[in-house]
Each structure stands twice: as structure tokens, then as C-alpha cells.
């Protein structure tokens, strides 16, 4: 079964950082192709980083120089530091693997909620 636990999110004044974890479990996680997303109240989930096996990055506009996206094998878990939070980071953060067109391909975690406020 698949399976993906967000955490490390919280309250952060802007211009802080946090840093998400996310065990994955029921998936060959060394060669998988693991993405953040996150959801802000009414809009769209939206991939904000993306980590292929052999260490390849992307990132969204809007986050770029800011996160940085990581994974540790081993432990089964990505991670994704952020820095330099901006209010509009507010959202709920999600993990999941990916096809090589960057979709989603399993059932969606609880997530781990972000908000960036003074």
C-alpha cells in the first residue's frame, strides 16, 4: 500500500524558513521521481519542486532560489527547505511520485499545513 506522511509544517513570520519531510512507503523510492505540491485555500494544487532518482531539479517559478528540494534514500524520505517564506507560501504542502510528465500517480497524503503570517 501506498503511502505518503507530510510533516514539518506550522506558523512562520515571513521571511522565516521551515523545513517539510515526507516518509514515502509502498514505493521503490531510490529510483522514483518524488514532487512537492501544495494547495492555497481556493486554488489549484500546484507542483512547486520536483527530484528525479539521479538527482535532477525543478522548481516553480514562484519558489526558485528559495526551496530546495532533497532526498535521503535510505530513509525513504524527501524534503523540502524553505527559505525566505513570503505570506502567498500559505498552503497546505503534499508529496507524491511522479511519472515523467510530473503527474501525480498515487492517492494523496494528509499533507502538512504552512502558513507564513506576522
Known amino acids: 500500500q501506498v503511502q505518503f506522511v507530510e510533516s514539518g509544517g506550522g506558523l512562520v513570520q515571513p521571511g522565516g524558513s521551515l523545513r517539510l519531510s515526507c516518509a514515502a512507503s509502498?514505493?521503490?523510492?531510490?529510483?522514483?521521481?518524488m514532487g512537492w505540491y501544495r494547495q492555497a485555500p481556493g486554488k489549484q494544487r500546484e507542483l512547486v519542486a520536483r527530484?528525479?532518482?539521479?538527482?535532477?531539479?525543478n522548481y516553480a517559478a514562484s519558489v526558485k532560489s528559495r526551496f530546495t528540494i532533497s532526498r535521503h534514500n535510505a530513509q525513504r524520505t524527501v524534503y523540502l527547505q524553505m527559505n525566505t517564506l513570503k505570506p502567498e507560501d500559505t498552503a497546505v504542502y503534499y508529496c507524491?511520485?511522479?511519472?515523467?510528465?510530473?503527474?501525480?500517480?498515487?492517492?494523496w497524503g494528509q499533507g502538512t499545513p504552512v502558513t507564513v503570517s506576522s
Open positions: 527530484l528525479t532518482s539521479d538527482g535532477s531539479t
Open positions: 507524491n511520485n511522479l511519472n515523467v510528465l510530473d503527474q501525480a500517480l498515487n492517492a
Open positions: 509502498g514505493i521503490a523510492f531510490s529510483g522514483a521521481r
